[in-house]
């Protein structure tokens, strides 16, 4: 079927810090992919997005790369800061189906 | 920037009472979906709606949820007896649909969420 593995948390970094959050993804077709932000009291926020192998979605300073041959979309910021606190999604569509959510991984930045 | 919003923010509701949830989607979308996430788990997809019907729902969705487009602009969702268990934090997305194919651009954009507690 399809779902999304993501690495669970919570994950606490220091300001400044490199973040890397997992997420691997079951290989039927070819989905588009996705993270999604939830800071606290809000809903989703699209934060970056990729719809083919060797995409690299970007934005705020986090990218992420779609990577079929390891069926992986991973998160990656190079230096955090206390504003990224929240829970992160990784996400998976494909076509016009229903759109699958990792777990969430919370992440919380301290000064 | 358009967005979708939801109302109320928070709804709290006695067991085997019907709640309606409100959703406005962006304006040109065409494609609408309700989502539910449980306090600490995992967001969970409820139904999605095409062309003024049903064209996906999950078996969250059984015959106590029901989703109309009353209006060009308003999205519902009702749950006709509320459990206990349905307390969650319920989203609503919307996406643009491309006109030829009728498929969504696969981008889907979020409501703020309305949190429903059922007592």
């Known amino acids: 079927g399809n779902s999304v593995t993501q690495m669970e948390g919570p994950v606490t970094l220091s300001e400044e810090a490199f973040l890397t959050i997992n997420c691997t993804y079951t290989?039927?077709?070819?989905?588009?992919l996705f993270w999604y932000v939830q800071y606290p009291g809000e809903g989703l926020q699209l934060l970056l997005k990729?719809?083919?192998?060797?995409d690299k979605g970007s934005n705020k300073g986090f990218e992420a790369t779609y990577r079929k041959e390891t069926t992986s979309f991973h998160l990656e910021k190079g230096s955090v800061q206390v504003s990224d606190s929240a829970v992160y999604f990784c996400a998976r569509i494909f076509g016009n189906e229903k759109l699958t959510f990792g777990t969430g991984t919370r992440l919380t930045i301290i000064p | 920037e358009p967005e979708v919003t939801q109302t109320p923010s928070h709804q709290v509701t006695q067991m085997g009472q019907e709640v309606i949830l409100r959703c406005v989607p962006i304006?040109?979308?065409?494609?609408f979906y309700w989502y539910r996430q449980i306090l600490g788990q995992k967001v969970e997809f409820l139904v999605s709606f095409y062309n003024n019907e049903i064209s996906e729902k999950s078996e969250i969705f059984d015959d106590q949820f029901s989703v109309e487009r009353p209006d060009g602009s308003n999205f519902t969702l009702k749950i006709r007896s509320t459990k206990l268990e349905d307390s969650a934090m319920y989203f609503c997305?919307?996406?643009?649909?491309?006109?030829?194919?009728?498929?969504?651009?696969?981008?889907?954009?979020f409501g703020a969420g309305t949190r429903l507690s059922v007592l």
């Open positions: 304006s040109n979308h065409l494609y």
């Open positions: 997305a919307s996406s643009e649909a491309d006109r030829g194919l009728g498929l969504a651009k696969n981008i889907q954009y």
């Open positions: 990729a719809t083919k192998a060797d």
């Open positions: 290989a039927t077709g070819y989905p588009s």
